[in-house]
């Protein structure tokens, strides 16, 4: 998975360098073919109506999928790769966990806050030490990864976990470097790094990436659901890495409801629940479903799922398996 010149770099290097400068880069980390195969893995970005398995959500102009080690292999492999631990017990010591993790695609209009990720409070930020890795699964020229260079070991003047556009500019002009570069590339860095992702519009162009972070503090990590089929054993280091027995409290990454979504796809999903409607007899309109003989459907008069017997309607045509109407 990993390219051979990569693989060769030595973890003191790459944590030395991560000590100095709050990151360490690459431009050809793993192979385009392991990048081409995850991607398959991980499927097409789309919201999923009452799908019973791993799905994308949208969140406005950004598509995620968290529980990236319950979909693909290749990322449950690059993520307890010996490569990627050893790095981070270079930088955060023998014990750490992994917190966050997603696969997302980020389309035009997508807007991030400089911020840092060494907080638990939106607004501040404490004394946490881990560290964020992202892999680059298309070529990325815009909306770019934007980091200040050696934030990670100045305050800033504040322990504010956001800046604004303007005081960036003001304060850090000339060490804002953008990580342009191919799929296949990486980038490690401190979470007290200040950093975004460059805003673009005007384009149509997605970017999609790999992401996961690890932090010694072992409480604040998201759920994981792990595919079993993707192991046959773990060690006692990627049992912890990965909370095996433990707890965490940070709920999944995005959190997202029908109100997430922006206008397109919520249209799509309009479109797809309205030809199945007409396809069953039920039309929606202003004044809510409608059967075929038009007699209006209310709210208090579908049951919750009560069985398999089909809702017919007064002209007796199928309304549908999994809803009946409730009998006085």
Sequence with gaps: MFAKEFAGISTSTIVDEIGRKGYFK???????????????EFGPNRVAVNHHGISPVCFGRTWYLNQVLAQSKLAFDLITSDKVLDIGEGVLGEEFRLTTKRYYTTREGARMAWHRDNKDDPERTSPLNGLI??????DVTEGAFQFVEGSHLFDAGTDKANFSDEYIAEKFADKIITYTAPRGAFIVYDIRTIHRAKPFSGIDYERSSLF?????????SEPVLINTSFFDSLDDRRKYY?????????????????????????????QEVSDYGRSIGIHLNKDGPRIED?????ESDLATISGPRPLQNNSGGRISSLFRRKHP
Excluded at 133 to 138: E, M, P, Q, V
Excluded at 294 to 298: D, G, I, L, Q, W
């Design 242 to 270: 990965l909370g095996f027995g433990k707890r965490e409290i940070a709920p999944a990454f995005p959190t997202t409801s029908v109100k997430t979504m922006d206008d397109q796809n919520t249209a799509k999903v309009l």
């Design 294 to 298: 038009n007699e209006f459907v209310a």
């Design 26 to 40: 690459h431009t050809a980390a793993i192979d385009h073919s392991a990048v081409d195969a995850m991607v398959h």
């Design 212 to 220: 996961f972070g690890m932090m010694s503090e072992p409480t604040l």
């Design 133 to 138: 890795f992202i892999f680059y699964l298309t």
